[in-house]
């Protein structure tokens, strides 16, 4: 199972047990012909750590957070918090901003859309608002992303007083802050601005906005995952095999009469989970459900897509063994098809690559396959006590959440117990930092290194260098910053829990 929180690192996604009620995002009507939707999040069944967010609009929330990944669903969260404070009604005098997102008339003509269905387009719609906020989000990163890479063509003026039109970016003169940073800046202040300044505008209003969100995401944390285990893998296999021999029979879904593709995907999914996986209707709509799998890393029950006479219109569940079990055609029904190299359409070529999504994923034993072994060590030796868990400063927006080991540039980091990364990238105020889901579910970071040794998705050991301290991000000197939270993302004083493994800091 997955969580994420905290800002960097944004494309990866971690490894974590919290066994909650799965959150069904089949149940939320969207629609399907949004020109501003970029590309799929890649997220598998989503649901939020905490209730933070109000409980009717988590599903919302999620299914925004989905259309790319520089806004997943803990950023639409912190920006719906940091805009409206989730009030569905607020309206701002000011700039004439209405609803949960703070949309102004102007942007809501062209970014409004009933997707709740209720037969009106409202900001005051929390369906109609949060998806138009996912959607604009994602319009605004690809401008971002047009900016980074010297294709963004518009003219744009630093201040709307300035009469000289700035060029527009050449590639590289927008760089060292995330996409999602700079998306931010976007939403606040407008693209152009950013075009203009060549990043995030000098505006306090806008670079409070950018640190505030960034902030408010650790508070938004959510599992990515549907809690699956390996038996109900095998019971969607055994659901589709059931309909070997049956016809193709295009726009049906049920058994007696035969199936689809889709309808034969749909189907064994739903069954094979009692009702926990429900995947959409048609082959474009269920390639974006799941993980983005490379082929190479294809395993049992996972969703292959194959395009023909168009992208993704076919898809099959493969099996294994350089096989698959879909509903081929009127002639030939459904049955279990060779994929291998050279066996014929369904191989994977350059000419026609497959797609692979996971649906399903493989949840761990609850102990990380470590329990009653996990030992401990300092993050690094040879340092001094820093500021403390609690501190109050002029340099945090919030007291400090963790401790403090001065050490010179350059020192060696260790990871202080076993774990999986989760995120090893950077941010804002932390600088160059990694994250670590441990065995228990809980998470140790480690903040300002100059240089990272692991990235997201690796295993780490007790003890093994991770990183080399640094003074990146929000610092007045060289440290390590390390901190503990739970497994909702809270945080603690790491010191007692150091020295509760037997550590003396």
Request: hydrophobic share 35%; net charge negative; aromatic share 8%.
């Amino acid at each position: 199972m997955l969580i994420i929180f905290g800002p960097a690192g944004m494309v990866a996604l971690a490894l974590i047990l919290f066994l909650v009620a799965l959150l069904p995002i089949a149940a939320v009507k969207t629609s399907n012909d949004n020109n501003d939707e970029v590309q799929s999040a890649g997220n598998v069944v989503t649901r939020f750590a905490n209730d933070k967010v109000p409980k009717e609009y988590q599903e919302w929330v999620i299914k925004a957070g989905r259309i790319c990944k520089e806004a997943p669903p803990q950023l639409i969260a912190a920006q719906i918090d940091q805009e409206s404070g989730w009030n569905p009604r607020a309206h701002n005098d000011s700039s004439g901003a209405d609803g949960l997102s703070q949309f102004t008339p102007d942007t809501w003509k062209t970014r409004g859309k009933d997707d709740d269905g209720n037969g009106k387009i409202s900001p005051y719609d929390a369906g109609d608002a949060i998806m138009a906020q996912g959607r604009f989000d994602c319009a605004l990163a690809k401008q971002v992303q047009s900016m980074m890479n010297g294709t963004f063509t518009e003219y744009c003026k630093k201040q709307d007083s300035d009469a000289q039109a700035m060029p527009p970016p050449k590639a590289g003169e927008i760089h060292g802050r995330e996409v999602f940073e700079y998306m931010l800046a976007a939403y606040n202040a407008g693209p152009c601005r950013v075009a203009a300044w060549r990043g995030i505008p000098p505006f306090p209003e806008t670079q409070n906005y950018v640190v505030e969100i960034t902030q408010k995401m650790a508070e938004y944390a959510v599992i990515v995952d549907n809690g699956q285990t390996t038996a109900d893998i095998e019971a969607v296999i055994s659901i589709a095999t059931q309909q070997i021999g049956k016809p193709y029979t295009q726009g049906t879904q049920g058994p007696n009469d035969g199936f689809d593709c889709s309808g034969l995907v749909q189907y064994s999914f739903d069954k094979g989970t009692k009702g926990d996986v429900r995947l959409p209707r048609t082959t474009f709509d269920q390639v974006n459900e799941g993980a983005a799998i490379d082929p190479s890393g294809i395993r049992r029950g996972d969703l292959i897509f194959f395009g023909f006479k168009g992208p993704h219109d076919h898809v099959g569940i493969y099996l294994g063994d350089n096989k698959m079990v879909h509903a081929d055609n009127p002639q030939k029904g459904i049955k279990i098809e060779d994929i291998g190299p050279g066996s014929g359409p369904y191989a994977n070529t350059s000419s026609h690559p497959w797609t692979v999504r996971r649906i399903i994923s493989l949840v761990a034993p609850a102990d990380g396959g470590t329990a009653g072994k996990a030992r401990y060590v300092l993050p690094v030796s040879d340092y001094a006590l820093g500021a403390a868990f609690g501190q109050a400063g002029p340099h945090w927006a919030h007291n400090h959440t963790g401790q403090d080991f001065v050490v010179p540039t350059g020192t060696e980091v260790r990871a202080v117990t076993a774990g999986t990364v989760i995120t090893s990238g950077w941010n804002t105020s932390y600088g160059w930092q990694i994250v670590i889901r441990l065995p228990d579910g809980s998470y140790n970071q480690y903040a300002h290194l100059s240089q990272r040794l692991v990235n997201a998705g690796d295993k780490v050991t007790t003890g093994q260098p991770i990183g080399r301290s640094g003074a990146t991000g929000n610092v007045t000197g060289p440290h390590l910053h390390f901190e503990y939270r739970t497994s909702t993302g809270a945080a603690h004083d790491p010191i007692p829990w150091l020295r509760s493994h037997g550590l003396k800091p």
